[in-house]
C-alpha cells in the first residue's frame, strides 16, 4: 500500500534525504523544509521503504503537500 | 547620482527610501512573486518583478537584478542587509555595469570572505584576536599541537563560512580527525571551500561591535559600540548602545582597533567591526561586517546621525563632515527585534496578520517595519517582522520605554516574540547588564517550566 509523506510546515524543500528504494523507520527524517530560514525535519510518519520522491530542492510547500512516497 | 535601487525587501527598503528621498533620489524597488503587494514594493517610486519567491531566483539572482538596474536606468544600487549585501561577485558586476555600488568596494568585499584574512589583518595591527591559527590549518598535526597548547575546548571554523554554520566543538582529542573531515565536507559542500581554522573557545561571551564610517579618501570615524549579546539561534534578539561593560578607555581603544582595522583594508563607506568580550574583559577582533546593518537604528539614535543617508552621500563621493571628535554620544538605546515566530521554542509563524496595535512613537520610541493587516508572512524569508528601538537619557529609562512599547504593541494572525521581548526587559540578567550570549537559553527555560 502506498503512504504519502506530507510537508509539516510551509517553505521550501532543502533537501530530500533518503533514496528511492532505501527503507525508512517510524520517525526517520525523510526530508528537510526551511521555513523562514529555520530547517524543519520531515519524519516519517509510518515505516516503509521509499517507493517514489516528490519534490526536489527549492520546490515551494504549503502544509500537507505529498513530499515521499512509501510502500508500506 | 539621480535614482537608486534597492536590492532588497521589506523595512530595509522603506528605511533607503526615507534616506533617498531626503537627497532628491528616485527610488526603484524589486519583488519576488511573493511580494507583488508588499508595502516596499507600492512605497518607491517604481518597482520591478525579478523571479519567483525562493531567494536564488529573485533576491539572490544576480542576473534578474541586474536587468532589472538596466530596465529602470538606476544608477545606484543599494543593497540592504543579507541577501546579496556582502557578496563581491554581485557588487563588482553592478560596478562594471557602470552603476555606483553604495557600499565597500569589490575588492574589499572579496578579501574579508576570508576570516583567515581578518585574523591576520588582526595580528598585523596588533590588535588581539582569539588563541589559534591566523592561518588556515591543514593538517592534523597542528590541531593536535594546539589542543594541547590551549586546552579543550576549540572551535574548527571554516575559513569562508557564516551565519553560525560550520562552526564545530572539538573537546577531546579524538574528536579531532573526524571533526577536521566533516568540516572540510561541510566547508566544500555549502560554501565552495574547504579552509578552516582552530581557535579557542571564549566562555560566556559578549558580542561587542564598533559602527564605523568611511569616506573615498581614508577618512574614518567610529560612532561607538553596540552590544548584542541577547541572542537566540546565532540571531541577534536585542541590541544596545552604549554597552553596560564598556568603559570610556574601552571605547576608544576598540573605536580605535576598528579604525585601524577599517584603513589598513582600504574599506569604504558603513561597516561593523565584531569584537567578543570574554569574562575577564578582554576583547578580541573578531570580523568585519561590510553592509549597513539592522541594527544601526541604536547608533542613529545615541549620536542623531542618519546612517544610511551618509552611505548613500559616501557613495556619491561626497567628504565625510564629521570629525571623530565631533561625535557625540547621548543617553542610551535599545533596540528589539520581533519575530514571526513563537517566543520561546522559536518556531517559525508564517500566516497573515490579522490586525495590529502599534505603541506610542516619539522622539524616543522609533519603529522600522513593513507591517499592515492582510500582511503575508512569507515562509520564504527572514521572520523579522519589525525592529522597535527606545532612546533615553539612560539606560534605565530605556528599559522602562521599551516595556511600555511593548505592552502596547500588538500583532494578530501570526504568533510573535514580543512576549520573549518582555521577558527579556524584566529579567535580572538584563536591568543587571550581566546578559552574556549564553542567558536566553536558561531565561526562557525557567519561564517555560514555572
Redesign the interface.
Known amino acids: 500500500m502506498d503512504h504519502k509523506v506530507t510537508a509539516t ?4 524543500v532543502a533537501r530530500v534525504v533518503v533514496n528511492v528504494g532505501e527503507k525508512v523507520a517510524e520517525g526517520q527524517e525523510v526530508a528537510v523544509i526551511n ?4 530547517e ?1 525535519s520531515v519524519k516519517a510518519d509510518k515505516p516503509g521503504a521509499v517507493k517514489e520522491i516528490l519534490v526536489k530542492e ?1 520546490d ?1 510547500m504549503q502544509v500537507g503537500d505529498p513530499m515521499v512516497v512509501l510502500e508500506i | 547620482m539621480k535614482k537608486v535601487l534597492i536590492a532588497n525587501r521589506g523595512e530595509i527598503v522603506l528605511r533607503v527610501i526615507r534616506a533617498a528621498r531626503e537627497l532628491g533620489l528616485k527610488t526603484v524597488a524589486v519583488y519576488s512573486d511573493a511580494d507583488e503587494n508588499a508595502m516596499h514594493v507600492r512605497e518607491a517610486d517604481e518597482a520591478y518583478h525579478i523571479g519567483k519567491s525562493p531567494p536564488p531566483m529573485s533576491y539572490l539572482n544576480i542576473a534578474n537584478i541586474l536587468d532589472a538596474v538596466k530596465r529602470s536606468g538606476a544608477d545606484a544600487v543599494h543593497p540592504g542587509y543579507g541577501f546579496l549585501s556582502e557578496n563581491a561577485d554581485f557588487a563588482k558586476a553592478v560596478v562594471e555595469s557602470g552603476t555606483t555600488w553604495v557600499g565597500p568596494s569589490p575588492q574589499v568585499l572579496h578579501s574579508i570572505e576570508s576570516k583567515s584574512y581578518c585574523r591576520k589583518l588582526g595580528r598585523k595591527l596588533g590588535v588581539p584576536i582569539t588563541p589559534g591559527t591566523a592561518d588556515n590549518v591543514d593538517d592534523v598535526e597542528t590541531i593536535v599541537r594546539l589542543f594541547r597548547e590551549l586546552g579543550p575546548p576549540l572551535l574548527l571554523k571554516l575559513d569562508k563560512g557564516g551565519g553560525g554554520k560550520g562552526i564545530q566543538p572539538i573537546c577531546t582529542e579524538d574528536q579531532i580527525v573526524p571533526v577536521f573531515e566533516s568540516s572540510k565536507s561541510i566547508g566544500k559542500m555549502a560554501f565552495g571551500s574547504p579552509e578552516c581554522y582552530v581557535e579557542k573557545r571564549i566562555a560566556n561571551p559578549r558580542h561587542i561591535e564598533v559602527q564605523c564610517l568611511g569616506d573615498n579618501e581614508g577618512n574614518y570615524v567610529a560612532l561607538g559600540e553596540r552590544e548584542c549579546s541577547v541572542q537566540r539561534k546565532y540571531q541577534k534578539v536585542v541590541e544596545e548602545g552604549p554597552s553596560p561593560v564598556v568603559s570610556v578607555e574601552d571605547r576608544q581603544k576598540l573605536q580605535s582597533w576598528a579604525v585601524s582595522i577599517l584603513r589598513e583594508m582600504g574599506y569604504n563607506n558603513a561597516g561593523t567591526v565584531e569584537f567578543l568580550r570574554d569574562e575577564n574583559g578582554n576583547f578580541y577582533f573578531m570580523e568585519v561586517n561590510a553592509r549597513i546593518q539592522v541594527e544601526h537604528p541604536v547608533t542613529e539614535m545615541i549620536t542623531g546621525m542618519d546612517l544610511v543617508k551618509t552611505q548613500l552621500l559616501i557613495a556619491m563621493g561626497e567628504r565625510l563632515g564629521i570629525r571623530q571628535e565631533d561625535v557625540n554620544i547621548r543617553g542610551n538605546a535599545i533596540e528589539l527585534r520581533i519575530y514571526a515566530e513563537d517566543p520561546f521554542t522559536f518556531v517559525p509563524s508564517p500566516g497573515t496578520v490579522t490586525e495590529i496595535a502599534f505603541p506610542r512613537l516619539s522622539n524616543g520610541v522609533r519603529l522600522d517595519h513593513a507591517l499592515e493587516p492582510g500582511l503575508k508572512v512569507s515562509p520564504f524569508y527572514d521572520p523579522m517582522l519589525a525592529k522597535l528601538i527606545v532612546h533615553a537619557a539612560d539606560r534605565r529609562g530605556a528599559i522602562e520605554l521599551m516595556k511600555e512599547s511593548l505592552r502596547a504593541f500588538r500583532i494578530e494572525g501570526v504568533k510573535t516574540t514580543i512576549p520573549l521581548g518582555l521577558l527579556i526587559m524584566e529579567s535580572d540578567a538584563f536591568v543587571e547588564g550581566s546578559f552574556t550570549t549564553d542567558t536566553l537559553a536558561g531565561l526562557i527555560e525557567a519561564a517555560t517550566t514555572r
Open positions: 510546515m510551509p517553505g521550501l521555513c523562514m530560514k529555520t524543519i527549492w515551494e
